[in-house]
């Protein structure tokens, strides 16, 4: 049973930023083979897409995020990032790792993506 580790939130001022990272373990197949991605659910809101990569390193991102996150990984070390810059009060949320184990395209639905992470807390402080 695969299992996904978030760590690196914390609290920050507007402006600043944070890393968070996701460690995998003990999925059957090559982490190399799953697409991974980066959501987040903010107080009272539904959770939403923030970015994902494929096994090739091919991203999308929301709008709300392009040109301050970025998303990597690094196969060898099963380990997904999002490199957050320029974080504003609105990015605070728990922010969740997910895998999608298909050989589908990279998505932004919550619904495609099989195993998450339990998510680890963004405070952005104005």
């Known amino acids: 049973q695969g299992h996904l580790v978030e760590f690196g939130g914390g609290l920050v001022q507007a402006g600043g930023s944070l890393r968070l990272s996701c460690a995998a373990s003990g999925f059957a197949f090559s982490f190399n083979g799953y697409n991974m991605a980066w959501f987040r659910q903010g107080l009272g809101k539904e959770r939403e897409f923030v970015a994902a990569i494929n096994w090739s390193g091919d991203t999308i991102a929301a709008d709300s995020v392009k040109g301050r996150f970025t998303v990597s990984r690094d196969n060898a070390k099963k380990m997904l990032y999002l490199q957050m810059n320029s974080l504003k009060p609105e990015d605070t949320a728990v922010y969740y790792c997910?895998?999608?184990?298909?050989?589908?395209?990279?998505?932004?639905?919550?619904?495609?993506?099989?195993?998450w992470g339990q998510g680890a807390r963004v405070t952005v402080s104005s």
């Open positions: 997910a895998a999608d184990m298909s050989t589908r395209p990279l998505s932004q639905m919550a619904g495609w993506y099989d195993y």
